[in-house]
């Protein structure tokens, strides 16, 4: 009974904490501008059916592709024993499910297949991370914090599936011990190897290693619930919506500013009256043209910041980043979302309210050295296997440059006083753009 | 070669005609004299297969393209209000252009913005008179066998997901064509991109023309075909800096196939000292 009411004080504080995190970072998310990413529902449910459910763009790179889908895979399906966990926790049963026999047999056996899969794939993971020279992973944006992020999540995975099948060999002795309340039930493809490690302890010792393990693994695992929040690895979760409401135009395209329409359209109509004072709106707040801090940013590219796990494929596509340029997509999308993080931790000190700390994320996170060197070639986009612009950041914070700051470098400058003048980039005179014609 | 003369819009509607589409020409391919050499080879082309087309001359302008990836919209969208006012004013249906980056925003970003039309890149523009056999390849073409590699522009590739028409249009050549390490939706850019034509690169370890140009030598070709005038650019300086010009000529697939139609000389790109 004892251990009922901890089980579920303990499944409360994980699931609360975690909650309470998720109101946070959609608070922060909700700072961002209105995009409107509510039609072609259709589309979108197969956009995210096949990047983010079918893992679509993981493969591109097929070593990387085949050991992320092989985690993903035991992560969601051994997640239903978690179902089985939370009841036999809460009720104080025994293997709840035991009751599907043969069914049964082939859950646990499954999850123990893929248990063994994950601890494959993190250590193979961890060896390309730690041990082989993947520039990716050792780009200057990775010291520190993004690193031990992910390889405390490795170890943390495979500590998990440790526990999960220690727990499980230790049933298997209690089981052929004919133990009290251990029944027979299950398969141990894999746990049976494990046996020995445990083969040598009394009745009393077995029992404490599969009671252990047993709360070992779903502290664990509330534990990790609470700690993805704050990880690069809340892709887990925010990749589902962050396909759904992915840009569904072509690549190429770029959107036009709706402000800066109303104003060209204003000095193209021949009857307005250029002197006319604007008309009052009550709701008008004064427009901003481009990014200069998290908050200017669209809702969606916020997420986006959120949802990046950090893996570098953008980076390591960047023609600017390879051939040695500053600037780097990943580090684009990371100092976005520590931005809006420290945005919101400022706003929850402060009572909501956001009055600015004398910092933008244009200028103390993102330097203009690193805007400058984009090519929009739309390699980083493509390269991300949940559907993420780093480029639409950096080309809104171009705008905000050139509209808010008049920032630009000098020949940038002649390019768009040439383009003014004479229509073409280059100072040539409009009436000589026929002079081909008489060439030929 | 015969001549002949390219009519403008304007000349064509004076006289009450009007032509099947518009050649949208572009700056670099107006101004720039070696995307000039392209421009007269769509022209060519256009001319020998009979189809009535113009060009807007002098009442052309700037897309903005440069400008908005730049980040300066106003002078976007003020370019763009000007073109769509001579677009429309002559009722334009039909675009066909030989640069990926007006053939973008012509295609992509200005219907948002009263400009709607039917935009053809070049390359997907001669695929259809090959397909409608209305263009064809000399026998004996001078490519023949030869080692040809595409380079993919960004803004017809992964911008627009056209990667199959300039390669059609290579096939025809009876060539031996070879893919780059990076190609398709994996092909490096050229560089010039995001208005990077226009300034010069930031601080790095080298120019990213140079590092394409690396994958071009990979593949050994005898012609890298290109199919925008700035990628053109970009890959002749490339080629000129591992001092391979000698052997490997930077063509645009207009001017490939207007040779090889016998449309155009055959000749070599770099201007032999």
Known sequence: MIAQLLFAMCVAAGVGLFAKRIGFIRRNILQGQDVNRSDRATDRWKVMARVALGQGKMVARPVAGVMHIMIYVGFVVI??????????????THRAFAFLGPVYDVLIGTFEVLAALVVLACVVFFVRRNGMAIARFRSPEMGGWPSLDANLILVAEVILMFAFLSMNAADHIAQTRGLDHYIVAGSFPVSQWLVPLYQGLSDTGVVAVERGMWWFHILGILCFLVYVTYSKHFHILLAFPNTYYSDLTVQGAMDNMAAVKKEVDLMMNPNADPFAAPAPDPDASPVKFGAKDAPDLSWKQLMEAYTCTECGRCTSECPANQTGKLLSPRKIMMDT???IEEIGKQRDANGGAWEGDGKTLLGDYITEEELWACTSCQACVQACPVNISPMGIVLDMRRSLIMEDSKSPESITSMFNNIENNGAPWAFPAANRGDWTKEA | MSTFSVPTLADM????????VLFWVGCAGSFDDRAKRITKAIARI???CEVPFAVLGAEESCTGDP???????FLFQMQAAQNIAVLNGYEV?????????????????????????????????????????????????????????????????????EYAAPR?????????????????QNGLCCGAGGAQMFKEAEKGNREVNHERTEDVLDTNPQVVATGCPFCNTMMTDGVKNAERESSIDVKDIAELIAEA?????????????
């Open chain 2, 67 to 73: 400008a908005k990836r730049a980040g300066n919209e």
């Open chain 1, 337 to 339: 979302r520590d931005r």
């Open chain 2, 168 to 184: 059609d249009v290579l096939g025809t050549l009876d060539a031996e064509l070879v893919e780059m390490r990076r190609c398709k």
């Open chain 1, 79 to 92: 997640n239903i024993e978690l179902l089985e966990i939370v009841i036999d926790g809460l009720l104080g």
């Open chain 2, 261 to 273: 139609a016998d449309l155009i000389p055959t000749s070599p790109t770099q201007d032999t000292p």
């Open chain 2, 13 to 20: 509607t004076a006289q009450g005609q009007t032509p099947e």
């Open chain 2, 93 to 161: 249906k039909r675009i066909v252009t030989g640069c990926p980056h007006c053939f973008n925003v012509l295609k992509n970003e200005y219907p948002e913005l009263g400009g709607n039309y039917e935009v053809m890149h070049h390359t997907q523009f001669i695929r259809d008179l090959i397909d409608q056999g209305r263009l064809k390849v000399a026998d004996g073409n001078p490519f023949k066998g030869r080692r040809i590699t595409f380079h993919d522009p960004c803004y017809l590739g992964r911008g627009n997901g």
């Open chain 2, 46 to 48: 256009l001319h020998h």
